[in-house]
């Protein structure tokens, strides 16, 4: 796949505010400051698609993006940014967790993960939610660039291993660099692929 037209649409502070809308829509999902704005104009091929700061916790709401005029990117707020009260942490989840379990053309979803940090319990605990929902979903690693091919090897046999010991089998794994572009084809390629079966099974 190849983007070639992709437009912010709208912001939603609920999910009853979220486009009317039959098109597959695939969210994207991660702890605060893991690159989702990054990765989502490094995707789109475009620098300012997506706003980007340095300050985490900057997406409050959920943003649409219309990609190609026929599926949706959903940028969702970022989690566990512990410099927001709780309460705003407690909303923003509530936020989320609303969005997975009610949209219903939400086709699949891409968790992020910085591939310099050691498994993290807030990230692993909300693929376990996502797995109890059944959601289907799969690991994006960021910021890969950041790394040596030796340290990037390692960090990534860490997360699989502490996968295992709660699943038969892990998600898919992309590996990605929003500086580079690295990964950009294989993860459209996947939601191209996805379509695919979406469509079928309508």
């Excluded at 700061?53 to 566990?80: A, C, Q």
Aim: net charge positive; with cysteine.
């Amino acid at each position: 796949m190849r983007v070639t037209k992709s437009e912010f649409t709208t912001s939603s502070a609920k999910v009853e505010q979220c486009p009317d809308t039959e098109l597959p829509e695939f969210a994207f999902i991660g702890r605060s400051n893991v690159g989702k704005s990054s990765l989502t104009n490094m995707l789109c091929d475009r620098k300012n698609l997506a706003k980007t700061s340095g300050s985490p916790g900057k997406t409050k709401l959920i943003n649409h993006f219309l990609i190609n005029d026929n599926w949706y990117l959903v940028d969702l707020p970022g989690f566990g940014y512990a410099k927001v009260s709780k309460k705003d942490r407690a909303s923003f989840m509530r936020l989320i967790y609303d969005y997975f379990e009610k949209r219903l053309n939400m086709v699949s979803a891409f968790v992020l993960v910085d591939c310099r940090v050691e498994p993290q319990k807030i990230d692993l605990d909300f693929m376990e939610w996502l797995g109890g929902k059944g959601i289907p979903f799969s690991v994006v690693f960021t910021k890969i660039d950041k790394l040596s091919s030796t340290e990037l090897k390692k960090n990534l046999a860490a997360y699989k291993k502490k996968m295992l010991e709660s699943w038969e089998e892990t998600p898919q794994f992309f590996l990605t660099s929003a500086s580079s572009s690295h990964g950009q084809q294989e993860v459209l390629n996947y939601i191209e692929y996805c379509m695919g079966i979406w469509e079928e099974s309508k």
